[in-house]
T-cell receptor, first 115, second 112 residues
Framework: GAVVSQHPSWVICKSGTSVKIECRSL??????MFWYRQFPKQSLMLMAT?????????EQGVEKDKFLINHASLTLSTLTVTSAHPEDSSFYIC???????????FGQGTRLTVV | GQQLNQSPQSMFIQEGEDVSMNCTSS?????WLWYKQEPGEGPVLLIA?????ELTSNGRLTAQFGITRKDSFLNISASIPSDVGIYFC????????????FGEGTQLTVNP
């Protein structure tokens, strides 16, 4: 089956620094990847849709200059949280669509803690 | 974006019992999906529904796409301890492209 891998699984960073999260499709090429944020005991909220070779489409209320998304290849999308603050601490999850399957597959998530 | 109304928020049941949860919306969806998420992991797709009225099973799980296209339910029969987790419904509207809207989740606890 299709595998989507995120790295790192967890990260702790200091307030004001930037952190990059990678999302890779390991055994398929994904033209579209999605980035979600999930706060404790809450649902997944879509942040942005990332298309290979073009600018990401951000959901309303998501700051594109704070959450930089790059989808430079068919197997890799990155999310960079710039100038992180404690309120950015959350579980970030990506999903990638395999053209052979109707639905996207999710990565295992990245736990970000900003101290 | 708009969220789906999922209920119940949590369930505490005994092993062997059946479980039912549902999602409703004021909008029409053309796809309903049910996911399970375990602590510290991403969601895993359980069942996908694409037609109004469709009833689909996956082992002990059964889900239905409501005839009005505004709701869906998930049943788990003869629950076992490994069914513990958070179950999310998700829907896709015709006007939203490939984007999904998620319900608030149902936390299931199964006592042995």
């Amino acid at each position: 089956g299709a595998v989507v891998s995120q790295h790192p699984s967890w990260v702790i960073c200091k307030s004001g620094t930037s952190v990059k999260i990678e999302c890779r499709s390991l055994d398929f090429q994904a033209t579209t990847m999605f980035w979600y944020r999930q706060f404790p005991k809450q649902s997944l909220m879509l942040m942005a849709t990332s298309n290979e070779g073009s600018k990401a489409t951000y959901e309303q209320g998501v700051e594109k200059d704070k959450f930089l998304i790059n989808h430079a290849s068919l197997t890799l999308s990155t999310l960079t949280v710039t100038s992180a603050h404690p309120e950015d601490s959350s579980f970030y999850i990506c999903s990638a669509r395999d053209p052979q399957h109707t639905e996207a597959f999710f990565g295992q998530g990245t736990r970000l803690t900003v101290v | 974006g708009q969220q789906l109304n999922q209920s119940p928020q949590s369930m505490f049941i005994q092993e062997g019992e059946d479980v039912s949860m549902n999602c409703t919306s004021s909008s029409i969806f053309n796809t309903w999906l049910w996911y399970k998420q375990e602590p510290g992991e991403g969601p895993v797709l359980l069942i996908a529904l694409y037609k109004a009225g469709e009833l689909t099973s996956n082992g002990r799980l059964t889900a239905q796409f409501g005839i009005t296209r505004k709701d869906s339910f998930l049943n788990i029969s003869a629950s076992i301890p490994s069914d513990v987790g958070i179950y999310f419904c998700a829907g896709r509207r015709e006007t939203s492209g490939s984007r999904l809207t998620f319900g608030e989740g149902t936390q299931l606890t199964v006592n042995p």
